[in-house]
C-alpha cells in the first residue's frame, strides 16, 4: 500500500532505536530503549507478520528464548532505562 503503519509502542516514553535490517547477519533487528525510569509490561506493534523474536544483547547475541509474536504484537518487560533488542527471523 502507499501507506502503512510503522512500529508503535504501548507507552509515552519508549525510543525505538533500531528497526531494519540487522547489520551483523540475517533478520530484523529491533531495539527499545527506556527513557523514563519505569519498569513494566511493553507492547511493540509490527508493521509485518512476524511470528517470533529472539531477545539478543547490544552485541547481537541471543540471550533468552524465543518469543511468541501474537497478533503482530511484541509483549515483554522492559526494565528502567534500559534497552531491549530482539532479532526477528
Known amino acids: ?3 502503512q503503519a510503522g512500529v508503535s509502542v504501548s507507552r509515552p ?3 525505538v532505536t533500531a528497526f531494519g535490517v ?3 547477519g540475517p533478520g ?3 531495539r527499545v530503549w ?3 525510569g519505569k519498569s513494566g509490561k511493553l507492547t511493540v506493534k509490527l508493521p509485518e ?3 517470533t523474536a529472539t531477545p539478543v544483547n547490544l552485541r547481537g547475541e541471543k540471550i533468552g528464548a524465543p518469543i511468541s509474536i501474537s497478533a503482530g504484537a511484541l509483549r515483554f518487560n522492559l526494565h528502567a532505562y534500559a534497552p531491549a ?3 526477528i527471523p
Open 1 to 3: 500500500p502507499t501507506t
Open 28 to 30: 530484523t533487528l529491533l
Open 49 to 51: 507478520n512476524f511470528k
Open 22 to 24: 540487522n547489520p551483523d
Open 13 to 15: 516514553g519508549v525510543l
Open 85 to 87: 533488542s530482539f532479532l
Open 34 to 36: 527506556d527513557q523514563t
